[in-house]
């Protein structure tokens, strides 16, 4: 009997291989159909893994984006490379000024190997008070 490739993902050192070999597949030239499952697969393995292991749903989709950074020690600037965003937006979206777009959502969730559910949650903004009065009037 031929053994798996993949298995289900049983201990946090599998996790982050798991998550490396993601990550170099993701960026890989090569994207025929088998690339393409094997991607599809693993993403399935972890999400299933931050399911049952993280706490992503305690932590609003800002927060969770601050807790990533601090474990790999980002900064704001590392995130205008990574996102293609600009220093304001960054900043904008880290003081709840901004939501998440569609295309942020999926980039971090790329780039930090969860599920872009994990960002897509609501949470509230900060209106300023000049804000309200354009917005009612």
Request: include cysteine.
């Amino acid at each position: 009997m031929e053994t798996l490739k993949y298995k289900i993902i049983n201990s946090k050192k599998q996790y982050k291989t798991y998550c490396d070999i993601l990550e170099q597949l993701v960026f890989s030239d090569i994207k025929n159909q088998n690339t393409k499952d094997e991607i599809a697969l693993l993403n399935l393995l972890i999400e299933t893994w931050d399911k049952k292991h993280n706490s992503f749903h305690e932590l609003d989709p800002v927060q969770l984006l601050q807790s990533f950074m601090k474990e790999k020690d980002l900064k704001a600037k590392d995130l205008v490379e990574i996102l293609d965003l600009s220093k304001g937006y960054i900043s904008d979206i880290l003081h709840y000024k901004k939501g998440f777009s569609k295309e942020v959502i999926r980039k971090l969730a790329d780039y930090f190997k969860v599920s872009q559910e994990a960002f897509n949650r609501p949470y509230t903004l900060v209106v300023k008070k000049d804000q309200l009065s354009l917005q009612h009037s």
